[in-house]
């Protein structure tokens, strides 16, 4: 059930990029696909009635929720915060040189 | 940029210390507990970023925060390329372990995991204070 | 546990070195103005005679941080060198150390040098990161920090257009980036392994086609849009054209085959398999972007644009001939992927050099060119010659074997296809070349200057690999440049337990 809520996710995502006409708008469509593919990174790993794989003495049992996807989400996330930072950079320059965040004004490259 | 009222400024210097401190914390005991260099080191510039912000900053100071901020990134990243190219130069393995491991649970322990940590504090801080930073320089820019 | 001799350390030297040097340059830049044309050059060198250095070298198999396997299970991450991966360094460096000549002199009239330099180390580490890593995330992480440094060296003149370029690249690249990783997640949650060989032994003994299918296509849907394959090809005219020229060279004559074709060639071929359908499929879309890439450079008349689609069009090729699954389909299109690295950068950079001397890029305002910069037109009329594909240079060779290959299978319409469309790369050559360079000099260009000698030199240098790289093909050099390249991808599935025997 949550999986499909994730797919919804990536698709709302996917159209905002297509139909939005604003560039900040586009870039948080771009953001939202990358949340839900963390969301659905981290599902993978969700195992029921769990612990959280930190290993210490106390606890002995063998239920851990699988601690890889948790350090993919980490990274994915650094690398999201990465991109969105240079795509805000270079919208903000673009306002700078067209006075506009409408993609439809911004046009100079052809064909 | 000019900065906000009396009461802002004087919260907002409380704070800084407790949240530059809280950061710290998350990134020494990154190792025991949940957290470590890149969430230590975001809660770290938070810090800075408050007091830029509350306090206000000027054109001249700015860029002189943003060079020491591009340095401290740099370097930060290079201390851990120097800590993970040891393994390497000693023959073995890249990224290989070569500290004792300690007893788990202490604070020195798990080897290099420690100063890596440490190092991605200081290169993320540093990376996230220049990124707000850039942002506020292209704000002075489009008002002229 | 197989092999304990000191080559296999020289893997992680590969990424570890660009990286080190991009942040030294960053440390240094206050230091001298030169240290960080010094810096950079001296690593490329280093790089390109490391990547000679691990020629005619069985399967090396690297494990980061030194962690075993456990009960023949991979735990770490692997770093592996094939001949596939080998090939694929030898374009990155080689290029990569060429482009980078050039830009000692072309990099001058802007601002920042260092921070270029920074992002070209950083944009090689990438590279160089995707083709030795044997781990399916680390792929993804590489290929993130190649196409990031891309992103920002598009952008690096913060001219309106390379701005709005930029913006479009990065979306679209972002886009692929999460097809990419929507289908590792897909893989992972099926398996329960990153590792490439790991995850081609579990799949052996799974029978789960549709998940299979589905991130079949999600991989190519991603790397489509990385490397330009026709349907998704929109960014990639706007995106080349505008960068600085050496970078132009490097994304079009590197980095769509290292991050867009090498990958999905790798995943296809020796962890997933390639199904009947699939390779039909790949078959005609490559054979689509043959043919509309030339139809569309045919209508520009900007120098770089015009090169642009013709990448499209040359990377139909090459997928054509990987895609026909033969073995000399296979060695055709590795073949041309290495010529088509060498001739279409050593065009970029004769744009750079037009571009340096004249200012202009538009073909209907230059003209005559040849009387005022004769290594710029000398270089550039063997480049066109060569990806036209006329005899002596090595385009012809590549194309030859790809059309013979084509043959051999029974694909008669996609070689008559492809000798069409080489006809048409020679006639749109032909145009730059009588408009660009020979004809009458115009007025306004009468003054201007051969280009500084860093620039010639490395144009002369590929012009030099142009003519004489159809030796490759002769016993000998074949053995050691293409065939273990060849031999990976015909041994297809025989890759896993090679893996995972070291």
């Given at each position: 059930?949550?999986?499909?809520?994730?797919?919804?996710?990536?698709?709302?995502?996917l159209?905002g990029?297509?139909?939005?006409r604003?560039?900040?708008?586009?870039?948080?469509s771009?953001?939202?696909?990358?949340?839900s593919?963390?969301?659905?990174?981290?599902?993978?790993g969700y195992?029921?009635k769990?612990v959280p794989?930190i290993?210490?003495s106390?606890?002995e049992?063998?239920?851990y929720?699988?601690p890889?996807?948790q350090a993919?989400?980490?990274?994915a996330?650094?690398?999201?915060?990465?991109?969105t930072?240079?795509?805000?950079?270079?919208?903000?320059?673009?306002?700078?040189?067209y006075?506009?965040?409408d993609?439809?004004?911004?046009?100079?490259?052809?064909? | 940029?000019k900065g906000?009222?009396?009461?802002?400024?004087?919260i907002?210097?409380?704070?800084?210390g407790?949240?530059f401190?809280?950061g710290i914390?998350i990134?020494?005991?990154?190792?025991l507990?949940?957290g470590?260099?890149?969430a230590g080191?975001?809660?770290i510039?938070?810090?800075?970023i408050?007091?830029?912000?509350?306090?206000?900053?000027?054109e001249?100071?700015i860029n002189r925060?943003r060079?020491?901020?591009?340095?401290?990134?740099s370097?930060?990243i290079?201390?851990?390329?120097?800590?993970?190219t040891?393994?390497?130069?000693?023959?073995?393995?890249?990224?290989?372990?070569?500290?004792?491991?300690?007893?788990?649970?202490n604070?020195?322990?798990?080897?290099?995991?420690?100063l890596?940590n440490i190092?991605i504090?200081?290169?993320?801080?540093a990376?996230?204070?220049?990124?707000?930073?850039?942002f506020?320089?292209v704000?002075?820019?489009d008002k002229? | 546990?197989?092999?304990?001799s000191?080559?296999?350390?020289?893997?992680?030297?590969?990424?570890?070195?660009?990286?080190?040097g991009?942040l030294?340059?960053?440390l240094?830049?206050?230091?001298?103005?030169?240290i960080s044309?010094?810096?950079?050059?001296f690593?490329l060198v280093v790089?390109?005679?490391l990547v000679?250095?691990?020629l005619?070298?069985?399967?090396?198999?690297?494990k980061v941080?030194?962690?075993m396997?456990?009960?023949g299970?991979?735990?770490g991450?692997?770093?592996?060198?094939?001949?596939?991966?080998?090939?694929?360094?030898i374009?990155?460096?080689?290029?990569g150390?060429i482009?980078?000549?050039?830009?000692?002199?072309?990099?001058?009239?802007?601002t920042?040098?260092?921070?270029?330099?920074?992002?070209?180390?950083?944009?090689?580490?990438?590279?160089?990161?995707?083709?030795?890593?044997?781990?399916?995330?680390?792929?993804?992480?590489?290929l993130?920090?190649?196409?990031i440094?891309s992103?920002?060296l598009?952008?690096?003149?913060?001219?309106?257009?390379?701005?709005e370029?930029s913006?479009k690249?990065q979306?679209?690249?972002t886009?692929a980036?999460a097809?990419?990783?929507?289908?590792?997640?897909?893989?992972?949650?099926?398996?329960g392994?990153?590792?490439l060989?790991d995850i081609?032994?579990?799949?052996?003994?799974?029978?789960?086609?549709?998940?299979?299918?589905?991130?079949?296509i999600l991989?190519l849907v991603?790397?489509?849009?990385?490397g330009?394959m026709?349907?998704?090809h929109a960014?990639?005219?706007?995106?080349?054209?505008?960068?600085?020229?050496?970078?132009?060279?490097?994304?079009?004559?590197v980095?769509i085959?290292?991050i867009?074709?090498?990958?999905?060639?790798?995943?296809?071929?020796?962890?997933?398999?390639?199904?009947?359908?699939?390779?039909?499929?790949?078959?005609?879309?490559?054979a689509?972007s043959?043919?509309?890439?030339?139809?569309?450079?045919?209508?520009?008349?900007?120098?770089?644009?015009?090169?642009?689609?013709?990448?499209?069009?040359?990377m139909?090729y090459?997928m054509?001939?990987?895609?026909?699954?033969?073995?000399?389909?296979?060695l055709?299109?590795?073949f041309?992927m290495?010529?088509?690295?060498?001739?279409?950068?050593l065009l970029?950079?004769?744009?750079?050099a037009?571009?340096y001397?004249t200012?202009s890029?538009?073909l209907?305002r230059?003209?005559?060119l040849?009387?005022?910069m004769?290594?710029?037109?000398?270089?550039?009329?063997i480049?066109?010659?060569?990806?036209a594909?006329?005899?002596?240079?090595?385009?012809?060779w590549s194309?030859?074997?790809?059309?013979?290959a084509c043959?051999q299978?029974?694909?008669?319409?996609?070689?008559?296809?492809?000798?069409l469309?080489?006809i048409?790369?020679l006639?749109s050559?032909?145009?730059?070349?009588r408009?660009?360079f020979f004809?009458e000099?115009?007025?306004?260009?009468k003054?201007?200057k051969?280009v500084p000698?860093?620039m010639?030199?490395?144009?002369i240098?590929?012009?030099?690999l142009?003519?004489t790289?159809?030796?490759l093909?002769?016993?000998?050099a074949?053995?050691?440049?293409?065939d273990?390249a060849?031999?990976v991808?015909?041994?297809g599935?025989?890759?896993?337990?090679?893996?995972l025997s070291?």
């Amino acid at each position: 059930m949550i999986y499909f809520l994730c797919g919804l996710l990536f698709l709302v995502g996917l159209s905002g990029i297509l139909l939005k006409r604003n560039l900040i708008k586009i870039i948080i469509s771009l953001t939202i696909i990358e949340y839900s593919l963390f969301m659905f990174l981290a599902l993978v790993g969700y195992k029921h009635k769990a612990v959280p794989p930190i290993i210490t003495s106390l606890t002995e049992k063998n239920n851990y929720v699988d601690p890889l996807p948790q350090a993919l989400v980490l990274t994915a996330i650094v690398i999201g915060l990465a991109t969105t930072a240079l795509l805000v950079a270079l919208a903000v320059r673009i306002y700078e040189k067209y006075g506009t965040f409408d993609i439809r004004e911004i046009r100079k490259l052809k064909g | 940029m000019k900065g906000m009222t009396e009461i802002v400024k004087t919260i907002s210097r409380l704070l800084a210390g407790l949240i530059f401190f809280y950061g710290i914390y998350i990134v020494v005991f990154g190792h025991l507990t949940p957290g470590g260099g890149f969430a230590g080191g975001i809660v770290i510039s938070g810090a800075f970023i408050l007091l830029i912000i509350a306090n206000g900053i000027d054109e001249e100071k700015i860029n002189r925060v943003r060079e020491k901020a591009g340095f401290l990134e740099s370097s930060g990243i290079f201390l851990f390329w120097v800590i993970s190219t040891i393994g390497l130069c000693m023959g073995t393995f890249f990224f290989l372990n070569f500290l004792g491991k300690g007893k788990p649970l202490n604070i020195f322990s798990a080897g290099t995991v420690p100063l890596c940590n440490i190092a991605i504090g200081i290169e993320v801080s540093a990376a996230l204070c220049s990124i707000v930073i850039a942002f506020m320089l292209v704000k002075k820019g489009d008002k002229k | 546990m197989g092999s304990s001799s000191i080559t296999q350390y020289l893997l992680p030297v590969l990424v570890v070195l660009p990286l080190g040097g991009a942040l030294l340059i960053q440390l240094l830049k206050k230091v001298s103005k030169l240290i960080s044309d010094i810096i950079a050059n001296f690593i490329l060198v280093v790089l390109v005679v490391l990547v000679f250095s691990l020629l005619n070298n069985p399967v090396l198999v690297y494990k980061v941080g030194g962690w075993m396997p456990v009960k023949g299970i991979p735990v770490g991450i692997y770093l592996v060198l094939d001949g596939l991966s080998l090939l694929l360094l030898i374009i990155i460096n080689m290029i990569g150390l060429i482009s980078l000549i050039f830009s000692i002199s072309y990099m001058n009239k802007f601002t920042n040098k260092p921070l270029y330099y920074t992002l070209f180390l950083l944009m090689i580490t990438g590279m160089n990161g995707v083709v030795l890593s044997g781990d399916l995330f680390n792929i993804y992480v590489f290929l993130e920090v190649a196409a990031i440094a891309s992103y920002s060296l598009v952008a690096f003149g913060t001219e309106a257009d390379e701005l709005e370029a930029s913006f479009k690249y990065q979306v679209m690249g972002t886009v692929a980036s999460a097809f990419i990783l929507l289908g590792i997640i897909i893989i992972y949650s099926i398996t329960g392994t990153l590792n490439l060989a790991d995850i081609g032994r579990v799949l052996k003994d799974k029978a789960t086609e549709t998940p299979l299918i589905l991130t079949g296509i999600l991989f190519l849907v991603g790397f489509g849009l990385k490397g330009a394959m026709m349907p998704f090809h929109a960014w990639l005219p706007d995106a080349h054209p505008s960068a600085p020229a050496p970078i132009s060279a490097m994304l079009s004559g590197v980095l769509i085959k290292a991050i867009g074709i090498y990958v999905l060639v790798r995943i296809m071929f020796n962890v997933i398999g390639v199904t009947p359908i699939f390779s039909n499929m790949m078959l005609y879309i490559s054979a689509i972007s043959m043919t509309a890439g030339v139809f569309l450079a045919f209508a520009q008349w900007d120098f770089k644009r015009l090169l642009a689609y013709h990448s499209i069009s040359q990377m139909g090729y090459v997928m054509l001939g990987i895609w026909l699954m033969t073995p000399l389909g296979i060695l055709g299109g590795l073949f041309h992927m290495l010529n088509h690295s060498v001739f279409k950068s050593l065009l970029f950079l004769n744009s750079g050099a037009v571009v340096y001397g004249t200012g202009s890029r538009q073909l209907k305002r230059l003209g005559g060119l040849n009387q005022k910069m004769p290594v710029t037109g000398g270089t550039s009329l063997i480049a066109s010659m060569s990806i036209a594909g006329l005899p002596p240079f090595n385009g012809f060779w590549s194309k030859l074997i790809i059309i013979m290959a084509c043959i051999q299978s029974h694909h008669f319409f996609l070689a008559a296809l492809a000798v069409l469309v080489s006809i048409m790369t020679l006639v749109s050559f032909l145009k730059v070349q009588r408009y660009a360079f020979f004809g009458e000099l115009k007025q306004a260009s009468k003054d201007i200057k051969e280009v500084p000698f860093a620039m010639c030199f490395s144009m002369i240098l590929l012009a030099f690999l142009c003519t004489t790289m159809g030796v490759l093909l002769f016993p000998g050099a074949k053995e050691l440049f293409i065939d273990p390249a060849v031999n990976v991808l015909l041994n297809g599935k025989g890759y896993i337990s090679l893996v995972l025997s070291r």
